[in-house]
């Protein structure tokens, strides 16, 4: 269960930020629309929306995702003998233009966890948290443009000294895929949501893959909020695949942050 997010309105300059899609320009005004009826799908899961002030100094900065990894030890799936301790792991995001972020997100953070429960990635390490997939007793790291050999190390070393499994994937081939979690949800269940072009991985060889179809990849980036499934609209086969699985889904317009090559995922932080 989760019962928190962080999330971080959106800046004016938000459509100098980086992205690697050519929709146009994201209109600001849309976009703040979108955002908020995000923050609200996620109050009606249960959560209290931490919303920070904008940052006008970085563009990307609503994807508050990339700053932070989130180790929950209520999540769904986890054996609970060893693992008893939520934490956290603040990143340093592979884009040089991002750095900056991590530190206001930090101190919020430290509102909620103790010191000793702060984790850092360090130069020369680098890793966004879109490229971490929290998979019930697992963790998969994204080795992607964002993180590096050195960043997912060090993250597996934190996982690991926290009680947590984690493989390493290889995305740097695949085309389309920024971050890990574009292409790869967990919704719990045992279950990933997952694109055509990593789904043959032996690494997910013991989920039950549910494959996003082609024409509706965007819409792998989906998340799981304790009884919801958050997904972006206008992906009527993918929806229709999570409701005869079970799954309460809400759909959100997420146009304007498509453009800017985000996600649902990465709009907030979920602990
Ligand atoms: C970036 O390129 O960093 C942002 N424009 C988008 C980041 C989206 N984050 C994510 O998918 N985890």
Same mark, same amino acid.
């Given at each position: 269960m989760f019962t928190r997010a962080i999330v971080r309105a959106i800046a004016a300059s938000f459509s100098e930020g980086l992205t690697t899609v050519v929709l146009g320009k994201p209109d600001y005004s849309r976009a703040l629309a979108q955002h908020e009826a995000y923050c609200a799908a996620l109050e009606k899961c249960g959560l209290t929306v931490i919303k920070l002030e904008a &940052?006008? /100094?970085?563009?990307d900065s609503c994807f508050v995702e990339d700053t932070a990894v989130?180790?929950?030890?209520?999540?769904?799936?986890?054996?609970?003998?060893s693992i008893n301790i939520s934490c956290v792991t603040m990143t340093r995001p592979g884009a040089p233009t991002r750095q900056g972020e991590v530190a206001s997100i930090r101190e919020e953070f430290k509102r909620f966890?103790?010191?000793e429960a702060i984790h850092e990635i360090q130069a020369p390490g680098t890793l966004d948290g879109g490229d971490v997939c929290d998979a019930g007793n697992h963790f998969f790291i994204g080795l992607s443009q964002r993180t590096n050999e050195a960043g997912a190390q060090q993250l597996a070393e934190i996982l690991a000294k926290c009680g947590y499994m984690s493989s390493v994937v290889?995305?740097?081939?695949?085309?389309?895929?920024?971050?890990f979690k574009s292409g790869v949800a967990h919704l719990? &269940?045992? /279950?990933?949501?997952?694109?055509?072009?990593?789904m043959n991985r032996e690494a997910f060889a013991s989920y039950d893959?549910?494959?996003?179809?082609?024409a509706e990849e965007y819409a792998a980036n989906c998340v799981r909020v304790n009884d919801h499934v958050l997904i972006a609209a206008g992906y009527p086969a993918f929806?229709?695949?999570l409701r005869d699985l079970g799954y309460q889904t809400i759909a959100l317009e997420m146009s304007e942050f498509?453009?800017?090559?985000?996600?649902l995922s990465c709009l907030s932080l979920r602990f």
């Open positions: &940052d006008t /100094r970085y563009p989130c180790i929950n030890a209520l999540a769904d799936g986890r054996a609970t003998a966890f103790v010191t290889d995305i740097r081939g695949v085309d389309g895929l920024l971050h719990g &269940d045992n /279950r990933l949501a997952i694109t055509q072009a990593v893959l549910i494959p996003v179809p082609a929806a229709g695949q498509q453009k800017m090559d985000g996600g």
